[in-house]
C-alpha cells in the first residue's frame, strides 16, 4: 500500500471549517484514499473514501487532486465532538486483503 | 444502525493464561479483522479472515494467536499464552462484501496482562 503523510496535528474554531491534508505521492492506479477518525481510545470510524472523485456524505468532503498524489479532507463546520486523530489511508478497495495500515494521523483540536 | 460490538470491554489476566476476546460483526458482512493498538501507539492490523480461514497475518500474529467463526454470528480471538506485551487494546472490524471497502470497527476490548 503507498505511504501516506500527514501534520502531526492542528487546531480550527468551533464552526469553522476544517481542511485536514494528506500526501499519498506513490499511490497507485487501483488504490483508494480512506479516511477514519479515532475519538480518544474508541475503535477508529469510517469517515469517507474516494478514487479520483470527490467526495461528499453526511460526515464529510473528500477533495482528491488531479494527479491523485495528495487529497484534503474537509470537515464543514467543526464541532467540539470533531476533537480526534484523523487517519489518512491508501489501500485497494476490495479483495479479502484489504487490511489498514495506520500511520500516527492528524490530531485535530477544535477549540471553542 | 448495525455495528460491531465486542466483549468483554476491559480483561485483566495474569501472564500465562488463554484469553478468548469476542466479536458480534454486523450481519451480512463477509471480511473481518482483528487490530490492536498499544498505548500511546499507532493502530496495528493483526489478522484477515474470509471464507472461513485466515486472508492475510501479520508478524505479530504468531503461534500463540489464533482466530475462529464458530457460529454464524461470532468472530473469536484467542490467545493462548497471554504475555506481558499483549496488553493493549483489541479491535475487531468487519467489512461488507460487493465493493464496499469501508471497515466498522468495535468499541474494543481493553486487555490488561499482569
Known amino acids: 500500500d503507498a505511504k501516506t503523510t500527514q501534520p502531526p496535528s492542528m487546531d480550527c474554531a468551533e464552526g469553522r471549517a476544517a481542511n485536514l491534508p494528506c500526501n499519498h505521492s506513490t499511490i497507485s492506479g487501483n488504490e483508494y484514499v480512506y479516511w477514519y477518525r479515532q475519538i480518544h481510545s474508541q475503535g477508529p470510524q469510517y469517515i469517507i473514501h474516494?478514487?479520483?472523485n470527490n467526495e461528499t456524505n453526511e460526515m464529510a468532503s473528500l477533495i482528491i487532486t488531479e494527479d491523485r498524489k495528495s487529497s484534503t479532507l474537509i470537515l464543514p463546520h467543526a464541532t467540539l465532538r470533531d476533537t480526534a486523530v484523523y487517519y489518512c489511508i491508501v489501500t485497494r478497495s476490495t479483495g479479502a486483503n484489504s487490511k489498514l495500515t495506520f500511520g500516527k494521523g492528524i490530531t485535530l483540536s477544535v477549540r471553542p | 444502525e448495525p455495528e460491531v460490538t465486542q466483549t468483554p470491554s476491559h480483561q485483566v489476566t495474569q501472564m500465562g493464561q488463554e484469553v478468548i476476546l469476542r466479536c458480534v460483526p454486523i450481519?451480512?458482512?463477509?471480511?473481518f479483522y482483528w487490530y490492536r493498538q498499544i498505548l500511546g501507539q499507532k493502530v496495528e492490523f493483526l489478522v484477515s479472515?474470509?471464507?472461513?480461514?485466515?486472508?492475510?497475518k501479520s508478524e505479530i500474529f504468531d503461534d500463540q494467536f489464533s482466530v475462529e467463526r464458530p457460529d454464524g454470528s461470532n468472530f473469536t480471538l484467542k490467545i493462548r499464552s497471554t504475555k506481558l506485551e499483549d496488553s493493549a487494546m483489541y479491535f475487531c472490524?468487519?467489512?461488507?462484501?460487493?465493493?464496499?471497502?469501508?471497515?466498522?470497527f468495535g468499541p474494543g476490548t481493553r486487555l490488561t496482562v499482569t
Open positions: 472490524a468487519s467489512r461488507g462484501g460487493g465493493g464496499k471497502g469501508e471497515q466498522y
Open positions: 450481519s451480512n458482512h463477509l471480511y
Open positions: 474516494g478514487l479520483k
Open positions: 479472515f474470509y471464507n472461513n480461514e485466515i486472508s492475510e
